[in-house]
């Protein structure tokens, strides 16, 4: 068990929907990454926040967003579905000092588009 | 942007054999590479990282190397057992938190398959 915990685990849902994927990080780390898992395209950053502040994008989507609120949990926002967005969905923590440290992963969220 | 290949895509061997799995990496300004394990259904668990002032590193059956000038790492596991059947990915990162350098950029990874 990695410390970080993502919700829900599984999400079905239809094409053109809006959905939201939550994250908590371990304790005490100020860091959070959100990863794309698919079959063609492997693992994919999307992006990076530090103690609130967007910090890096990677290859997300317009319609992708995200937030890292006071608490320190991270919600994905994911809109106007696509099929090919289904995915696996993982956030990471890390302490997020000046140096990059060990980012944890958690479990991830199973994301279905119909 | 930074672009880590992984080799082979799939392994298998038998209980007890040595296994290595190998990753070559582009950006020369990377100096962080991690090794995750990842089992189905679950999410990437870090087994053993390297950064670029070591060539090698141990711990009990897993070490990794790391070729600077060649810009290659390898992951090698001894002695392996059934469990450790999963997908390994190896990574890349410029080790700082600043702007992308702080993302990590996956190979594509290895299933690894321990037959008894």
């Known amino acids: 068990d990695s410390g970080v915990t993502q919700t829900p685990k599984h999400l079905i849902t239809a094409t053109g929907q809006r959905v939201t994927l939550r994250c908590s990080p371990r304790s005490g780390d100020l860091s959070v990454y959100w990863y794309q898992q698919s079959l063609d395209q492997g693992l994919q950053f999307l992006i990076h926040?530090?103690?609130?502040?967007?910090?890096a994008k990677g290859n997300i989507l317009e319609r992708f967003s995200a937030q890292q609120f006071p608490d320190l949990h991270s919600e994905l926002n994911l809109s106007s579905l696509e099929l090919g967005d289904s995915a696996l969905y993982f956030c990471?923590?890390?302490?997020?000092?000046?140096?990059?440290?060990?980012?944890?992963f958690g479990p991830g969220t199973r994301l279905l588009v119909l | 942007g930074e672009n880590v290949e992984q080799h082979p895509s799939t392994l298998s061997v038998q209980e007890g054999d040595s296994a290595v799995i190998k990753c070559t990496y582009s950006?020369?300004?990377?100096?962080?590479f991690p090794w995750y394990k990842q089992e189905l259904g679950k999410g990437p668990q870090l087994i053993i990282d390297i950064r670029s002032n070591v060539g090698e590193k141990k711990d009990q059956r897993i070490a990794v190397t790391l070729n600077k000038t060649a810009k290659h790492f390898s992951l090698h596991i001894t002695e392996t057992q059934p469990e450790d059947s999963a997908v390994y990915f190896c990574?890349?990162?410029?080790?700082?938190?600043?702007?992308?350098?702080?993302?990590?950029?996956f190979g594509t990874g290895t299933r690894l398959q321990v037959t008894l």
């Open positions: 990471a923590s890390s302490v997020g000092g000046r140096a990059v440290e060990t980012q944890y």
């Open positions: 950006d020369s300004a990377s100096n962080y």
């Open positions: 926040y530090y103690n609130g502040e967007e910090r």
């Open positions: 990574a890349a990162s410029k080790g700082i938190n600043t702007g992308t350098a702080s993302k990590l950029t």
